[in-house]
């Protein structure tokens, strides 16, 4: 289990380099043996590699800004079809957000994970919207091997690891798919408006450009340092788009020109925002990544984007 205990470290208590090698962690593209020994060049006194891996790890009790029994709102885990994904039986699980007094029905938001699956931080992340007067619904692509490991099964950074672990084993051409399900689930919930918005972090920012591309009469799409979507799929988008990414990601970052210049050319609507000394993650306020300055501002701007996209 995660302790409230953990020290609260900033992105600034580390050098670039750790915080460039635990991106590289995270994604998959290197694995923990080789994260102490390329780390190991910088460490300090005690701030041995071993140590800065533990400290870069998430705590889950950062991210309760809105507690799951806060009254505001009603939460619970549901299922929705998805006959074209990774699931056996056409079934996935996601959380379903809402506010607790809702009149009438309301624009929905489809909240995309990381390439860890459906955490605390992203239950978080769509409680937030349930506050800010959205139904809100994020699927967890793990559904097929079991879900998001559970809280029973170790603490924050063995479950982050395990997730990353999994997420890997799904077929990635079938992974979109589960969320497309999703899109199509909420225009018709019995609780939405039919206007949809999605909102995705790292690999769910990814999802969100894609669900862009892929469906004309999206409401909005916000991505989070996400992978671009190519010249050719970004001529097909319709809907607004927003961008949010680091400055100092410059495995996602070098890519926005291109993307903002064929959003350009084709006409789309969208807005895009560089944060000055942020990293990929700065949102995600579970790790010393989260910067609050950029995530205060992003998010404020996302819900406003919601807002005059999703209510008229």
Same mark, same amino acid.
């Given at each position: 289990?995660?302790?409230?205990?953990?020290?609260?470290?900033?992105?600034?208590?580390?050098?670039?380099?750790?915080?460039?090698?635990?991106?590289?962690?995270?994604?998959?593209?290197?694995?923990?043996?080789?994260?102490?020994?390329?780390?190991?060049?910088?460490?300090?006194?005690?701030?041995?590699?071993?140590?800065?891996?533990?400290?870069?790890?998430?705590?889950?009790?950062?991210?309760?800004?809105?507690? @799951?029994?806060?009254?505001?709102?009603?939460?619970?885990?549901?299922?929705?079809? /998805?006959?074209?994904?990774?699931?056996?039986?056409?079934?996935?699980?996601?959380?379903?957000?809402?506010?607790?007094?809702?009149?009438?029905?309301?624009?929905?938001?489809?909240?995309?994970?990381?390439?860890?699956?459906?955490?605390? +931080?992203?239950?978080?992340?769509?409680?937030?919207?349930?506050?800010?007067?959205?139904?809100?619904?994020?699927?967890?692509?793990?559904?097929?091997?079991?879900?998001?490991?559970?809280?029973?099964?170790?603490?924050?950074?063995?479950?982050?690891?395990?997730?990353? %672990?999994?997420?890997?084993?799904?077929?990635?051409?079938?992974? @979109?798919?589960? !969320?497309?399900?999703?899109?199509? !689930?909420?225009? /018709?919930?019995?609780?939405?408006?039919?206007?949809?918005?999605?909102?995705?972090?790292?690999?769910?920012?990814?999802? %969100?450009?894609?669900? &862009?591309?892929?469906?004309?009469?999206?409401?909005?799409?916000?991505? +989070? +340092?996400?992978?671009?979507?190519?010249?050719?799929?970004?001529?097909?988008?319709?809907?607004?788009?927003?961008?949010?990414?680091?400055?100092?990601?410059?495995?996602?970052?070098?890519?926005?020109?291109? +993307?903002?210049?064929?959003?350009?050319?084709?006409?789309?609507?969208?807005?895009? !925002?560089?944060?000055?000394? &942020?990293?990929?993650?700065?949102?995600?306020?579970?790790?010393?990544?989260?910067?609050?300055?950029?995530?205060?501002? /992003?998010?404020?701007?996302?819900?406003?984007?919601?807002?005059?996209?999703?209510? /008229?």
């Amino acid at each position: 289990m995660e302790t409230a205990t953990k020290v609260r470290m900033k992105a600034s208590d580390f050098p670039q380099e750790v915080l460039d090698l635990f991106d590289l962690f995270i994604h998959g593209d290197i694995g923990r043996r080789e994260f102490l020994d390329r780390a190991g060049k910088f460490a300090a006194g005690t701030m041995t590699a071993a140590v800065m891996l533990e400290l870069l790890a998430p705590e889950y009790s950062w991210a309760q800004q809105v507690q @799951p029994n806060d009254t505001r709102i009603k939460a619970e885990y549901v299922t929705y079809p /998805s006959t074209m994904g990774n699931a056996t039986d056409g079934k996935m699980k996601g959380y379903l957000a809402r506010p607790a007094r809702a009149a009438g029905k309301l624009p929905a938001i489809l909240v995309v994970h990381e390439n860890r699956g459906l955490n605390p +931080y992203i239950e978080d992340v769509a409680r937030r919207f349930a506050v800010a007067n959205f139904l809100a619904f994020a699927p967890d692509a793990l559904t097929p091997l079991g879900g998001y490991p559970a809280a029973t099964t170790g603490d924050a950074a063995a479950r982050e690891t395990a997730a990353t %672990a999994m997420f890997q084993k799904l077929n990635g051409m079938k992974t @979109p798919e589960d !969320f497309a399900a999703a899109v199509v !689930f909420l225009k /018709s919930h019995p609780e939405s408006t039919g206007k949809v918005g999605v909102v995705g972090f790292c690999f769910g920012g990814g999802i %969100a450009n894609q669900m &862009a591309v892929r469906f004309p009469d999206l409401g909005a799409a916000v991505a +989070y +340092y996400g992978a671009q979507p190519t010249a050719a799929d970004a001529a097909k988008i319709k809907a607004p788009v927003m961008i949010h990414n680091g400055a100092l990601d410059a495995r996602i970052t070098g890519g926005s020109p291109a +993307y903002e210049a064929a959003l350009k050319a084709a006409g789309v609507k969208y807005e895009a !925002f560089t944060y000055e000394n &942020a990293n990929h993650g700065f949102h995600n306020d579970t790790t010393p990544r989260y910067d609050k300055a950029a995530a205060e501002t /992003s998010w404020q701007r996302t819900v406003d984007f919601f807002n005059k996209n999703l209510r /008229s």
